[in-house]
């Protein structure tokens, strides 16, 4: 006979959390959100922690190279998505590896040949004010000057004034040589009043360009995450079929950690992925999704440095519709937190677990660490932000930016759904959609870090581990609900709403 639940499985919007004391030390200052990524025995440090507990989905229109040093940089990991070509996801990691914290691949580059016409849409095009000239107008080419706004006069110079005659030539531009520390160049910057200091090579070529604003950010982001090289940290998703070779490619880019990326992980495809790359490899890696203490343990026994948790509570999935299997979200980092606490107990090994997909408020991050979960990761949240690889677009009046699922047509992500055969998507977990656009990624995670830090701080914790210790969650009811929104008042227009 099956097997019944007795409750239903519920999702963070039926829960709240209850005060406990807050002591006079317990501020928002205070409050350290670092959180272990990979298990760890008991007394020892785990090898990879996040300063702060976000990742950004595996999914072709959130997580690329750029949304991964973005994130890097404000403390969390990105896992690049895996529905691509092998060569062009090692790139992308190679690509976020090799960002240096404040050194830029030049991303405006122009010849002497070009005209002021040609400037000015580059200008329009991209943003940037500053763009460097070189023999081929290649990032990497021998540096021949560098253009800015101060160099022409849009009322005074013809359009097709060829850059060479008004560039600022590399005989007269301050430079650093290949190598330099950041501080260093830094004080390029300062001594000669710069905006931009150019890196060159040895033999001439450019090597990056130093910019006083993003001087100012590397300090002003004392939690970014870095390895012990100062790169940042990147992550990869991976899958149950091409791993061999993937994990390969991925290892030889630098990554440092893997997730095997699929909507069901309760699979011997998975154990036998984990097995392989662990034999094979000295690399992290996550495996998942499970909704239950039997899917956690077995991806545990196999080795798995975290388990990522959530079927079908994603914002572009609709497998629970399509297929009829799932569980709501907080039932299932209940059920798995458990199963964690007991293995910890067993053992003296802490196996992280992510909360995977469904966090609409602020408030459920708060809510999915306060139930045992070490991180989040979001798809909905991160594709909102410019640093998403998708276009922004107006629609109406409102500017909004692409989002599709994996298992949608548009991403043709098989691999992930399929259960072994070789026939395809047959038909779709996941749609395509548009997210209201919200600007920039750091200045939207400071805002939803404050919120974190506050209610933290409401439950009397300084940290996750004991929020996750503390914590006092209440079950609330259908008109409860109604009674926690703005209610029986005429609101004024540009009230607060929303996240
Ligand atoms: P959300 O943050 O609610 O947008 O959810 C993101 C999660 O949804 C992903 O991390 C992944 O687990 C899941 N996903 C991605 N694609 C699809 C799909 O097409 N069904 N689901």
Not at 196 to 217: E, M, Q, S, T, W
Request: hydrophobic residues 35%.
């Amino acid at each position: 006979m099956a097997f019944y639940y007795s409750e239903p499985s519920r999702t963070f919007s039926e829960f709240l959390l209850l005060p406990n004391l807050t002591s006079k030390t317990c501020t928002p200052d205070r409050v350290s959100l670092k959180t272990p990524l990979c298990k760890f025995s008991r007394g020892e440090e785990p090898a990879l922690s996040l300063n702060i507990p976000f990742s950004s989905a595996v999914m072709q229109s959130v997580s690329d190279d750029n949304m991964a040093v973005a994130l890097a940089r404000a403390g969390g990991i990105s896992f690049i998505f895996g529905s691509q070509p092998i060569e062009s996801q090692a790139d992308m990691v190679r690509k976020a590896k090799g960002y240096k914290a404040g050194f830029v691949v030049s991303r405006s580059n122009l010849t002497p040949e070009h005209t002021l016409k040609d400037v000015l849409e580059l200008k329009e095009r991209t943003g940037h004010s500053t763009a460097a000239v070189t023999h081929d107008g290649t990032p990497k080419g021998r540096l021949l000057g560098i253009v800015t706004s101060r160099d022409y006069r849009v009322s005074r110079d013809a359009a097709d004034k060829p850059v060479g005659e008004f560039m600022t030539p590399f005989a007269s531009l301050i430079y650093g040589q290949s190598g330099i520390s950041l501080s260093e160049a830094n004080d390029l910057i300062w001594e000669h009043k710069l905006n931009c200091l150019p890196i060159v090579d040895d033999n001439g070529h450019l090597d990056y360009l130093v910019f006083r604003k993003d001087y100012d950010a590397h300090k002003n982001n004392p939690t970014e995450l870095l390895d012990a090289n100062k790169s940042y940290i990147v992550g990869a998703g991976i899958n149950t079929k091409d791993y061999k070779e993937r994990v390969a490619a991925l290892v030889e880019a630098g990554v440092d950690a893997l997730v095997i990326d699929s909507s069901d992980g309760y699979t011997e495809w998975q154990r036998e992925t984990i097995e392989y790359v662990k034999a094979h490899f000295d690399v992290k890696i996550g495996a998942g999704n499970v909704v239950d203490r039997e899917g956690f343990r077995y991806l545990v026994d196999a080795g798995a440095d975290f388990v990522k948790v959530g079927i079908g509570g994603g914002s572009i999935c609709i497998t629970r519709e399509q297929k009829g299997i799932g569980r709501g979200q907080a039932s299932a980092v209940i059920e798995v937190a458990e199963a964690r606490q007991q293995y910890f107990e067993e053992t003296g090994i802490y196996v992280p677990i992510c909360s995977d997909g469904g966090i609409v408020h602020d408030y459920h991050i708060t809510l999915a660490l306060a139930m045992g979960a070490d991180f989040v990761m979001m798809g909905r949240y991160f594709a909102r932000f410019d640093e998403s690889p998708t276009r922004k677009l107006k629609v109406g009046n409102n500017f909004v930016k692409e989002f599709w699922g994996e298992g949608s047509n548009r991403a043709r992500n098989w691999q992930r759904y399929d259960t072994g055969g070789k026939q395809g998507l047959v038909f779709e977990e996941g749609v395509d959609s548009y997210v209201p656009y919200a600007g920039g990624l750091q200045e939207n995670l400071d805002k939803t870090i404050s919120k974190i830090k506050s209610t933290m701080c409401n439950c009397g914790s300084l940290t996750v581990e004991q929020l996750q210790r503390t914590a006092r969650i209440t079950l609330v009811s259908a008109t409860s609900i109604v009674e926690g929104g703005a209610h029986d008042v005429i609101l004024k227009e540009n009230s607060l709403s929303g996240e």
